[in-house]
């Protein structure tokens, strides 16, 4: 009897064991994202609230969605009923403030209690300097929340895009093979050659100024492809430079890389990004 005993609990073990480390994953603990109501947290600041209304009312399609102030979310956020879309201040551990911001998307809990960077973080995307925006934030508002629900719903079929976050979508770069690559040229870094940049366009990579770029991004270009860089005002020592490769007309994320600053490493897509693209 007592073998029958032994030999029962070995064969479930296996079992219990899988679902013990099921509960514990992202996906699991995300799994409810499309059947709870996200409230999108305003910010108080005018402009950037009547665009984030307005984007959102026009592509939120993955869950049922509310507005909501500050004040209203410290009340509701450690109810885990809803997930939250909201505006966060990014500081690193070598910057003296913060100097990113960020939209993120994270669930309620209990854990809320002790601040938000102790609740679930579904995802995270730069989206502007905190002291500088430089208005290109409300060309890619839209980009950037498509890719935001594009990742949720990644996260929710595998753990792989919910624990690596948006450099998940680089493994798709190479789907860009036909599509033609457009930097703008204030989000290229110091010290890139003329003859780099001459050398790359046989590889579908251009250069065009930033206005133009913008207005591909405007007008839902058709294989085009275009650059977009977040990082602080002050381009200090320590913070973090945030590099993407946005899809024009589908919003889809080829490339989602980040570098620290420093005086070697200046603000934009490096050589290696450039040669990392060209290999795609």
């Known amino acids: ?3 029958i005993i032994v030999l029962a609990i070995a064969v479930l073990m296996p079992v219990i064991m899988s679902a013990q480390a099921q509960v514990n994953t992202k996906k699991v603990k995300i799994e409810d994202f499309t059947e709870k109501t996200t409230k999108v947290v305003l910010t108080g600041n005018i402009f950037f609230d009547q665009s984030l209304k307005d984007e959102v009312q026009n592509r939120w399609r993955i869950s049922p969605f509310e507005f909501c102030t500050l004040k209203e979310f410290e009340k509701l956020k450690t109810d885990d009923s809803y997930y ?17 911001t960020m939209l993120s998307v994270m669930k309620g809990g209990a854990a809320a209690e002790k601040g938000i960077s102790k609740m679930l ?24 929340l498509d890719i935001i629900q594009e990742h949720i719903l990644r996260s929710m079929e595998t753990d792989v895009a919910g624990y690596s976050g948006l450099s998940s979508s680089n ?26 940049l001459e050398s790359l366009e046989a590889d579908g990579i251009y250069v065009a100024d930033t206005d133009t770029v913008d207005e591909m991004m405007m007008s839902h270009t058709p294989n085009a492809v275009l650059s977009y860089t977040v990082y602080p005002a002050d381009k200090a020592a320590g913070s973090f430079c945030y590099k993407m490769l946005i899809d024009a007309q589908t919003h889809k994320l080829y490339y989602f890389r980040k ?18 693209i060209a290999e795609r």
């Open 1 to 3: 009897m007592k073998k």
């Open 84 to 100: 939250f879309l909201m505006t966060v201040k990014g500081q690193f551990r070598k910057e003296t403030r913060p100097g990113l």
């Open 121 to 144: 973080d579904v995802v995270t995307v730069p989206v502007m300097s905190t002291d500088d925006p430089s208005g290109r934030e409300f060309v890619f508002l839209p980009a950037l």
């Open 171 to 196: 493994m798709d770069i190479s789907e860009a093979e036909t599509k033609d690559i457009i930097m703008a040229e204030e989000d290229l870094a110091d010290g890139i050659s003329e003859e780099e």
């Open 259 to 276: 570098h620290r600053l420093s005086k070697k490493f200046g603000a934009g897509f490096l050589p290696e990004d450039l040669y990392r």
